[in-house]
């Protein structure tokens, strides 16, 4: 079994976990994980530990933080190393990579098309023992990962239909007890009457995809006409990244029909898709140089993969 769960990927919605937390502010083991994954994922390439280290120092993160970030990665089994000579290298493991790519295409297929809804919802009823809090904890950010939220504390709904991959990661629980239902909401036209999207704050994650957009939509022109080279293109595209992943755990495309008109789910991802890709080329060109500079040698499998490549990942 893959030593390594997807939250653990993006522990927002767990902990415990061995792979680096992302914080506000993009702690240096998680922008190390995005650096290599950004430029490595489809073919595992080596990078120099040298170049990493120079892409975090583009981020503001001194070389003493970004070794022991890169340390830290190797010893929780994210990167593995080899040397040549007076050079290091580091790549993604296998586990980890395959991790990420399962991210990385979640993150990716979100929103690619519109989707339809019957109706029904699907409900995740769940006892463990009190004792069993770290199991509790795990549980809650599998849910919260698959597209669930709480209606009740033990009682967390989906709009999607049952599937393998929910089956899948939810069979794996123990202990306790859990129910799966699909049913529709009955509206019992009362004041205790609590409709199965309230589960999820729409106030909160309509400005969560405010703030998106007033962060990133001021970019499209400069992307457009080539103006965002160098550090700047991998600074933004890592950023942008960072932010726009957290969308779908948010948002896991809720029924439109239940929610406000204009829904600006389909912008953010026009948004995070034109910048993400308009800049992988420039950004592709500043990271083979840093590894050119660094070892000497041609880079080789070093790829700036686009949104499309890691949806059919």
Do not use: K
């Not at 033990?154 to 306790?176: E, H, Q």
């Amino acid at each position: 079994m893959n030593p390594f769960e997807i939250e653990e990927i993006f522990p927002d919605v767990a902990g415990g976990s061995r792979l680096p937390r992302r914080q506000a502010g993009n702690s240096p083991q998680g922008l190390a994980t995005t650096l290599v994954a950004d430029y490595t994922l489809p073919t595992r390439a080596w990078l120099p530990s040298a170049a990493v280290t120079t892409l975090l120092g583009e981020f503001g993160i001194t070389s003493g933080a970004a070794r022991t970030a890169i340390s830290r990665l190797a010893r929780r089994g994210v990167l593995e190393s080899s040397r040549d000579g007076r050079h290091s290298f580091y790549r993604l493991t296998r586990d980890a990579a395959d991790e990420l790519s399962a991210g990385g295409a979640w993150i990716a297929r979100f929103a690619e098309q519109v989707r339809t809804w019957d109706g029904t919802w699907t409900l995740v009823a769940f006892s463990l023992p009190q004792e069993h809090g770290t199991q509790r904890r795990s549980l809650r950010g599998q849910l919260r990962w698959l597209g669930f939220a709480p209606l009740y504390d033990g009682l967390w709904v989906s709009p999607d239909p049952w599937n393998p991959t929910v089956a899948g990661r939810l069979a794996a629980v123990t202990p306790g007890a859990m129910t799966v239902f699909r049913a529709a909401h009955v509206d019992l036209a009362a004041t205790a009457d609590r409709n199965p999207i309230e589960a999820w704050d729409i106030a909160a994650i309509t400005e969560h995809y405010a703030a998106f957009d007033r962060q990133w939509r001021p970019l499209l022109q400069r992307v457009r006409e080539g103006r965002i080279v160098g550090a700047a293109a991998v600074r933004a595209r890592t950023e942008i990244m960072d932010d726009y992943r957290h969308i779908p755990l948010l948002d896991p495309q809720l029924p439109v029909e239940l929610l406000p008109a204009g829904w600006p789910r389909t912008r953010a991802r026009e948004v995070f898709v034109e910048i993400y890709d308009g800049l992988a080329e420039q950004a592709q060109r500043h990271v083979l140089e840093v590894v050119r500079r660094s070892s000497g040698e041609p880079p080789v499998g070093i790829t700036a993969h686009t949104v499309a490549v890691m949806a059919a990942s």
